[in-house]
């Protein structure tokens, strides 16, 4: 039982650094300009802020993969407004 509960403390903490460490690819909102050549940039965002982006919709899966729903170089102040 020892070992067991060891086990599951280790992969536990494991499972915690790899989210911490992990970074998700969104792509951001193309303007008018890049939208007419085809150009996509992308944003590498930590597991934490895609969470935070997930809850107020900042963030969406279309195909499988996930896009902005704002502009990302726009400074952000203050807190956001709750969803709910």
């Not at 997930?54 to 195909?63: A, D, I, L, N, P």
């Not at 990302?72 to 969803?83: D, F, L, N, S, V």
């Amino acid at each position: 039982m020892k070992i067991l509960s060891w086990t599951l403390l280790t992969a536990s903490i494991l499972f915690l650094i790899w989210g911490f460490v992990r970074g998700h690819e969104v792509y951001d909102l193309a303007d008018e300009v890049d939208a007419a050549i085809g150009l996509v940039s992308t944003s590498t965002i930590s597991e934490r802020q895609l969470v935070i982006d997930s809850t107020f919709s900042g963030v969406q899966r279309k195909e499988g993969e996930l896009w902005s729903t704002y502009d990302r170089t726009a400074e952000r102040t203050g807190k956001q407004a709750c969803p709910t």
